[in-house]
């Protein structure tokens, strides 16, 4: 298929014939084990890449048009079918993890391409383990349950079916009353189904924890760190990331948000308050979806050679999904069709400002794998450590801000003062999912009520101003439910705190020097995930996060520019 006729609603998708897969992937494997040189063995092995990146093409083009509808019946079997039969390649992955590891000529592959590549393998040999098959299936079952359930809630509100997206954005209403009753509604949805929830929680954290014991491990947590390839650092290390959050950023954003419940003027700031910075209302994008999609393609245009291209690349082959429906699995995203070069971005749009988030934040992820697909030879060295994957997304928001009278005109200078604010009053929250998330696979056997009182305490540290106006369920620890993350990402969320860390970097650096921040943003979305964690924080000349005074410094200089904008 011509590269400049597709477009995604047009992409074949047909289901692989898995016995046919794992016969040509293991006579590859041979030709890689009997290869003669190191050339011969190279190659080999870029043709077993290909094999597979057209394997899991086909399964990412199922997972979105899914996603896109829960209720087509065709690819809501296709997503059984991808559930049940992903765990069967455990084997064959393990094989091939295997034989990277053993190549003959290693040490070359090691000299021209690094090692990183060969460190993943040997943590996924752990990892594919064939007793975990079975498990796999039903944690993925467990996880469609949960996908379905939530993407099934919507009431009418205002004379409009909403979903939980469709809420929140009533909780950014001027008028008050309307903000507490569309919190209240969306409290009363995830009240709703916090029984079946609950249980599916219970079954994940069981298994979970049960597949880590299988594999010779403590618990899931030891997995967990396995899983997302953090080999630069640990949970102390994490914890001590932790500690700087509650000691310098909690304080800054009390501080923050005292400044908010003046501004607006009420006595008591609720949680319907949060976001809702401005008296007048909060600045709303002016376009509609084709209008913003259009002057994102003037933005990015303007921004560099290489944003336009791939914002070109976008747009000819229809590579967005953003408006939200019946339906439509709730959240946003970027993945990748290896086959095609080709990243998508999936999302629901809902009128706030939050839609030109997507526009900014996705389309971070996925101007740096439309490099890295491009530039890199391995789709194992394209995949960057999801800490450094979010500093692409939240860096590209920030790299944007001259560029926001496009999408809000008059309100552009109140959106950059609003986002900013938000990028670090949002730390708190992410480290509170992430110390949630150890401390219920510290105790995996806690009751409901536990789970709730923990989450409560948590919030308690770290999101003191909280306060959900008498809410029960909210008031008891329920609000932890809302997070997908939790569910279907595992200790995937403290990600986006460090990489906040790194997103101020740039943000500050290209208040001094615009030139050189985008080079260093460049040179770090081309580099992949061909290095570790730390050696690509050097890439894009960014502070370590876990240096002692890391996040000390980065708040004082991004509260002194808040001040400055106030």
Not at 5 to 30: C, H, I
Not at 37 to 63: C, G, N, V
Not at 467 to 492: A, C, R, S, T, V
Request: proline share 4%; with cysteine.
């Amino acid at each position: 298929m011509e590269n400049n006729t597709w477009k995604f609603g047009s992409l074949p998708y047909e289901r692989p014939d898995l016995t046919a897969l794992k016969k040509q992937a293991k006579a590859m494997l041979k030709a890689i084990e009997n290869a003669p040189t190191y050339e011969a063995q190279k190659a080999a092995y870029k043709m077993l890449d290909k094999l597979m990146s057209e394997f899991e093409s086909a399964a990412t083009i199922a997972h979105i048009r899914y996603d896109m509808n829960t209720k087509d019946p065709f690819y809501e079997a296709e997503k059984k079918f991808w559930d049940k039969s992903m765990p069967s390649l455990i084997p064959l992955e393990k094989k091939m993890m295997e034989t990277l590891i053993g190549m003959r000529f290693r040490k070359d592959f090691e000299k021209e391409f690094g090692d990183i590549c060969f460190k993943k393998a040997e943590a996924q040999i752990r990892l594919a383990d064939k007793r975990l098959m079975l498990s796999m299936v039903k944690e993925s079952q467990l996880e469609t349950k949960y996908a379905k359930l939530a993407a099934g809630c919507s009431v009418e509100f205002q004379g409009e079916k909403c979903n939980f997206y469709g809420l929140l954005k009533h909780m950014e209403s001027p008028d008050r009353e309307i903000r507490k009753a569309a919190l209240k509604e969306w409290a009363k949805l995830y009240e709703g189904i916090a029984p079946q929830l609950d249980e599916i929680y219970d079954g994940l954290v069981s298994l979970r924890e049960k597949m880590a014991k299988k594999i010779g491990m403590k618990g899931y947590l030891e997995m967990a760190y396995l899983n997302r390839g953090r080999f630069d650092y640990n949970a102390d290390d994490v914890e001590r990331f932790r500690k700087g959050v509650r000691d310098y950023v909690v304080p800054a954003v009390a501080k923050l948000y005292e400044q908010q419940r003046e501004r607006i003027g009420v006595d008591k700031l609720h949680y319907y308050d949060e976001s809702f910075f401005y008296p007048d209302g909060n600045p709303n994008p002016i376009g509609t979806k084709d209008e913003m999609v259009q002057w994102a393609n003037e933005m990015y245009h303007e921004l560099s050679p290489e944003t336009g291209e791939f914002f070109d690349f976008m747009t000819e082959h229809e590579l967005f999904d953003l408006l939200t429906r019946d339906g439509k699995h709730m959240g946003g995203y970027c993945t990748n069709m290896l086959k095609y070069k080709a990243p998508f971005i999936f999302s629901n749009f809902n009128g706030t400002s939050a839609d030109v988030d997507v526009l900014t934040h996705e389309a971070g992820h996925a101007f740096q794998a439309f490099l890295a697909m491009r530039l890199l030879p391995f789709s194992n060295q394209m995949q960057a450590p999801i800490e450094i994957c979010e500093v692409h997304s939240m860096s590209m928001e920030h790299f944007t801000y001259p560029w926001m009278e496009k999408f809000f005109g008059e309100g552009a200078n109140k959106y950059r003062y609003a986002h900013l604010q938000s990028a670090l009053r949002t730390i708190p929250y992410l480290v509170s999912v992430d110390e949630f998330q150890h401390r219920v696979f510290e105790k995996p056997n806690m009751t409901h009520q536990e789970r709730y009182a923990t989450w409560k305490k948590i919030e308690q540290t770290y999101l003191p101003w909280r306060d959900y106006d008498g809410n029960e369920f909210l008031d008891k620890g329920g609000f932890w439910m809302q997070k997908q993350h939790i569910f279907l990402y595992p200790f995937y969320y403290i990600d986006y705190a460090l990489a906040q860390m790194g997103a101020f970097d740039f943000y500050l650096k290209m208040c001094d020097n615009q030139a050189q921040a985008w080079t260093d943003y460049l040179n770090l979305c081309k580099a992949g995930g061909s290095l570790g964690y730390f050696d690509l924080l050097k890439v894009g000349n960014l502070n370590n996060p876990f240096d002692e005074n890391t996040v000390k410094n980065m708040v004082e200089a991004v509260m002194k520019k808040i001040e400055e904008q106030a």
